[in-house]
C-alpha cells in the first residue's frame, strides 16, 4: 500500500505534527509520500480553467503541486492532516483540495444520483483525514466537516474511510486502521 501524507499543521504546533510522526513511525505501508504544506510552494486556484481546456490535467502555476499530484494518484490511500482553525482545516489544506481540480475532467456525468465531474484517471486514492481539535469543537462540528469531506470524496471518485481526531484515538490505533487497507 502506498500512502500520501498532506501535512497542513500551522507554525509552532508541534504536538500535532509529533503526533503525525508516531502515526507514520508505526504504518505498515510500501511506500510513504510526505508532504508538509508549510514547506511548500503551493498557489491558489484562479479559476483559470486552463487544467480542463489549455493544458487537460495540467495547471498552469509551476508550484510544488507538480510534485504532489503524481504522487497522490500513486497512492492508495489520501491522508490529510489538519489541527482545526475556526472550525476548518488549515487553509493550507484547503489550498490543495482547491487544486485537486486538474484530476478529474470537465464533464458532467451522473454519479451517485448527483452531477459531478468526470474521473480523469481509471483510479484514485481513498481519503482519509487526521484533525486536532480546537478546544470549543462540537461533535456537531465534527459532522459538519465529515460531510464536506464526503462531497469532497464524491467529486473525487474516491471513499472516506476515516475521519479521527487526536484526542479520541492514538497514534496506534490509527496507524493500525491506516496499515489494514
Not at 509520500?33 to 503551493?42: G, K, Q, V
Not at 491558489?44 to 497522490?72: A, E
Amino acid at each position: 500500500m502506498k500512502v500520501t501524507l498532506i501535512n497542513g499543521n500551522i507554525p509552532g504546533n508541534k504536538p500535532f505534527d509529533d503526533f503525525i510522526d508516531k502515526v507514520l513511525s508505526q504504518v505498515a505501508a510500501e511506500q510513504v509520500f510526505r508532504f508538509n504544506l508549510d514547506e511548500m510552494d503551493i498557489r491558489s486556484c484562479t479559476g483559470c480553467w486552463d487544467c480542463w481546456v489549455k493544458t487537460p490535467g495540467l495547471c498552469m502555476h509551476k508550484d510544488d503541486m507538480q510534485q504532489v499530484l503524481p504522487k497522490i494518484m500513486e497512492s492508495d490511500l489520501l491522508l490529510f492532516c489538519s489541527p482545526l482553525v475556526a472550525g476548518f482545516p488549515s487553509f493550507r489544506v484547503k489550498l490543495l483540495m482547491d487544486r485537486l481540480i486538474p484530476l478529474v475532467h470537465p464533464y458532467i456525468l451522473l454519479y451517485k444520483n448527483e452531477c459531478h465531474h468526470r474521473k480523469r484517471y481509471e483510479k484514485y486514492p481513498d481519503l482519509g483525514f487526521i484533525l486536532q481539535k480546537e478546544k470549543e469543537t462540537t461533535s456537531k462540528d465534527l459532522k459538519i466537516l465529515e460531510e464536506m469531506f464526503q462531497r469532497l470524496s464524491l467529486n473525487f471518485h474516491a471513499d472516506v474511510k476515516f475521519v479521527r481526531t487526536m484526542d479520541h484515538h492514538t497514534s496506534e490505533s490509527i496507524a493500525h486502521e491506516i496499515s489494514s487497507f
